[in-house]
């Protein structure tokens, strides 16, 4: 915590300390970026017109570093202009509590960001990594996410993502050895070529678990390890000298850590998966690279009411799969009006996504795996469209377009 004001202080450990957490309070902005480095905290909470730095440049400063991308950020302040709230949140403020505030609020705001489940996105991109200026703001790598959970880490898909979220948790382990859980959907290059430069595979007394769907020719070991094949790659898959576990799915429902995760199979060439991912209560659904069944099968058998129906049935499935969830995931890699000429490519249009799910109830819905030739503005379309969408059957559904290096947060569920 960096406040400047004594009494604060004192108040602020007070209560925090009698709630049970470990608290370090520092007095100005330098000495704070200091312990942030040093102690690697679970959340922070600052003051804006902190001495020496300001709270804004601590939050920018903090964000810019390996070690400071992911944690928790609380602002405090007694400025409550909604430039300034609107500010902190701009650079990587999670919340912001207006001074004063009474105990019960501080602890709240505490509790709920220290346990809220955050969704972030390292790689957005389907295909293949298409950086630019073009694709400043929604990011250029390809499919990387993480479920956190206060320490809990789950890594889906190691696209090209994958590379900056291994320098950013190698610099928090800071020496403590790492045990780092990743779940593949499939083994197209946009899935896996970040693994190759994922740091903490290259740390000895690390292990890294990698699960994913088990492949026909070769096991997914073989796959993983044959992109480092001495013609592509300089290093060895057993050159990596962390513990690196590599399990094929077998059963549709497994736990992995915290992590309850069932796992179903997509349209998609090849053997490709979706994870629906539940943590005390909060249920992710993770469907990136699948084309619906009954598009695919209208093509061949078009008139045809009996063939249809057999789409629609398969096409059901992924919308029980997502039901309810808190976040839908979805792939949304085309507009309708470009799906017609990439029929058969294993992606979807936006539109689907959207009715996918309203169907399945779900509250949040996050587009993804944007293609390569869309840049900003056509992602920014593509979002108002699906939010005009949802909208115009009612409220409920939150969409978002997926940014690279943003999370979404989702409140834990109200416990009776
Ligand atoms: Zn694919």
Redesign the pocket.
């Known amino acids: 915590m960096i406040e400047d004001e004594a009494g604060l202080r004192d108040v602020f450990r007070l209560v925090l300390e009698s709630a049970g957490y470990d608290v370090q309070v520092v007095e100005d902005g330098h000495a704070g970026l200091q312990a942030i480095q040093e102690r690697q905290p679970d959340l922070v909470i600052t003051d804006l017109l902190t001495p020496r730095i300001h709270g804004y440049e601590l939050i920018r400063r903090l964000r810019a570093t390996a070690h400071g991308q992911r944690v928790p950020i609380i602002v405090v302040s007694g400025q409550t202009y909604s430039a300034d709230q609107r500010r902190a949140m701009e650079l990587g403020a999670g919340n912001f509590l207006p001074k004063p505030f009474k105990r019960q609020q501080l602890l709240d705001i505490v509790r709920r960001s220290l346990e809220l489940v955050r969704v972030r996105f390292w790689g957005v991109r389907?295909?293949i990594a298409a950086p630019g200026p073009e694709t400043i703001k929604y990011g250029g790598n390809t499919p990387c996410v993480t479920i956190e959970r206060g320490q809990d880490l789950l890594v889906l898909d190691a696209g090209t993502g994958l590379r900056k979220l291994g320098i950013c948790l190698q610099a928090e382990a800071k020496g403590r050895p790492q045990h780092i859980r990743m779940l593949i959907?499939?083994t197209?290059w946009?899935?896996i070529q970040g693994f190759p430069f994922f740091v903490p595979a290259y740390v000895p007394g690390n292990r890294i678990e990698v699960y994913g769907p088990p492949s026909v020719e070769k096991p997914l070991e073989k796959v993983l390890r044959g992109q480092m094949d001495p013609a592509y790659f300089p290093v060895a898959l057993g050159d990596m000298a962390a513990n690196v576990d590599v399990h094929e799915v077998r059963d549709p429902s497994f736990q992995v850590g915290p992590f309850q995760v069932t796992a179903m199979y997509v349209n998609?060439?090849?053997i490709?998966m979706a994870y629906r991912i539940e943590i005390d209560g909060t249920v992710i659904t993770y469907a990136?690279?699948t084309e619906p069944y009954r598009f695919l099968l209208a093509d061949r058998h078009a008139p045809d009411e009996e063939l249809a129906d057999y789409g629609g049935k398969r096409d059901a499935e992924l919308v029980k799969f997502a039901a309810g969830a808190d976040l839908y995931i979805a792939d949304s890699q085309y507009s309708p009006e470009e799906y017609d000429s990439k029929r058969g490519w294993?992606?979807t249009c936006y539109v689907d996504a959207v009715s996918v799910a309203r169907a399945a109830g779900a509250k949040r819905l996050a587009l993804f795996s944007h293609d390569p030739m869309h840049d900003d503005d056509m992602i920014d379309e593509k979002l108002r469209r699906c939010r005009d969408l949802a909208a115009a059957d009612g409220p409920g559904l939150e969409v978002y377009a997926a940014i690279e290096g943003q999370a979404i947060e989702i409140e834990p569920p109200v416990r009776g």
């Open positions: 389907g295909s959907t499939h197209h946009d899935h998609h060439p090849g490709t990136t690279d294993g992606h």
